[in-house]
């Protein structure tokens, strides 16, 4: 079983179409959507969800009003300015979950033992089934942390899967970045795809990420999507790749028709069978030799 | 005022729409400071291109430990919540990588056997460029400590009446985003209309409502997809600011990292017009 992951750094490169693509092609795999924070894939594979689970986060801290005394110790100890002191003539302070980080070293300081650790739901997962086969996606709550987790739990899961069905590859929507959501994405992936759009922007973040998936020992290969919309950009993509012994596994047109299936929510290379489609199909092709 | 340029999506318009919209108001004579927080991926420079005049390293504290001292008790391994110190029969191992720097160890070691020292997890870069004060953090790659340098960079934000504070957020909604957007008076949400688009908007929606922060959307390469960024815009009563549409001349400007701005009084009007939007909401 081989793990391929789809990266680009920046966002908005094309990976989510390029990995849907994929999934369509490759008839034994399991789709793993790790941009947890901002899911996508399911707009192009349609899961029907089998299995939901919770998913539970580091638990924060929340101050017991009757056991404050308003000493403010917390207040002291606390790194993250999560500790609010007290407002309109109250005595106890508070905590603010955005900014708590769940240390529990305010909950060991208070000599009062008015701070309780409360749990916290942070996020779902699910198991789902598609016409393509099985996935794995997630939600992460609105504005929560502990995205690099919520990954993590995505891409174990996708392993247990792929190997109660005996599936050929996991395939990985990376999300945007280089932080701890990607890092989580890249941990044991075989091949990494980096999406690289011919604009400064995308080779600036291409390069970023590049130097990530050299970091962990992630081999990376590059796809230069919308390669048209600035050929002298990709040239230098091209050339950069080669001084870095980076493969260029395909140059993807700009293609109006990209948006359309976007919108009618079907993997590109179904959509249409036309060049732009058939360049994809020869990236997936290089893809499976390596 | 503070305005944050947010989008639930990558590669919606943010970096282009925020930094055209600095050089718009900086003409203006405005005092405009520009944070870049998208430290994982900081782009606002490529297009604003400033001259940096100081750089300043920025790291979390990360605990060092006294053989002297300690007694291999254990506590230090026993306060700490992210696995980051573990106390073994004669040795005490630190992960720095797991450390998110909360002075746990250091604070509860009964023999004062930790002390910190800082490990350097990215840069603040600071300079100036067409009479915009320019700030941005990066962060070193392979890292994944995001919020305390976005919190860093958060510190050069200045809100009072004579000075307007532009701030670039990172794509998604969870904690990067966050740290980012807190203490703004009005964030502009940028999104596409396509379904991708929609979904995250609605993502980021939820994430401001969360924040108790005004916003309203700028809707970027109108005409790709379809109609539906509008109905939803006008079912949840949001109001659109601006809507700009797709230009293969701009995507190709962008490509090059040129301003929307420059490319003629088209823009320069949609910009006035996101400009008096923004003041109004903000009053």
Known sequence: MKQIAVISGKGGTGKTIITASFISLSKSAVAADCDVDAADLYLLLHPEIKEKHEFKGLPKAEIIQDKCTGCGICYDVCRFDAVQKPQNSKKYFSINPLSCEGCK??????????INMKEQICGEWYISETKYGPMVHAKLGIAEENSGKLVTVVRMNAEIVAKRYKLDYIIVDGPPGIGCPVIASLGGID???VVIEPTLSGIHDAERVIEVA???GVPPGCVINKYDINRENSAKIEKWCKENEIPVLGKIPFDNLVSESIVKGIPFVE????????????IWRKIMKI | MVVSFAS????????????????YVSEKGINLIFLDCDVEEPNSALFLKPLIRKTSKVGIPIPIVDFKKCTYCGKCADVCTYNAIAVVKDNVLVFPELCHGCGGCFLFCPEKAISEKIRDIGVIEEGNTNGIKFIQGRLNPGESMV??????????????????????????????????IKGSDFVVLITEPTPFGLNDLKLAVETVRKLEIDFGIII??????????????????????????????????????????????????????IWEEIISKVR
């Not at chain 1, 036309?274 to 994809?280: F, L, P």
């Not at chain 2, 318009?13 to 925020?18: M, N």
């Open chain 2, 8 to 23: 639930g999506k990558g590669g919606t318009g943010k970096t282009i729409v925020a930094t055209s919209l600095a050089l």
């Open chain 2, 147 to 180: 919020v305390p340098l976005v919190r860093e960079v958060k510190e050069k934000m200045v809100n009072d009446s004579e000075t307007t504070t532009i701030i670039d957020v990172p794509p998604g909604t969870s904690c990067p985003v966050v740290e980012s």
């Open chain 1, 214 to 216: 050299k970091h962990f």
């Open chain 1, 105 to 114: 070293v305010c909950y060991y300081a208070c000599l009062q033992m008015a």
């Open chain 2, 220 to 273: 970027n390469r109108v005409g790709i997809g379809d109609e539906k960024v509008e109905e939803y815009c006008k079912l949840e009563n949001i109001p659109v600011i601006a809507k700009i549409p797709y230009s293969r001349d701009v995507a190709v400007l962008y490509s090059y990292g040129i301003p929307m701005l420059i490319e003629g009084e088209k823009y320069r009007e949609i910009f006035h017009r």
């Open chain 1, 191 to 193: 091949f990494a795809l």
């Open chain 1, 271 to 282: 959509y249409k069978n036309n060049a732009t489609s058939g360049i994809i199909k020869g």
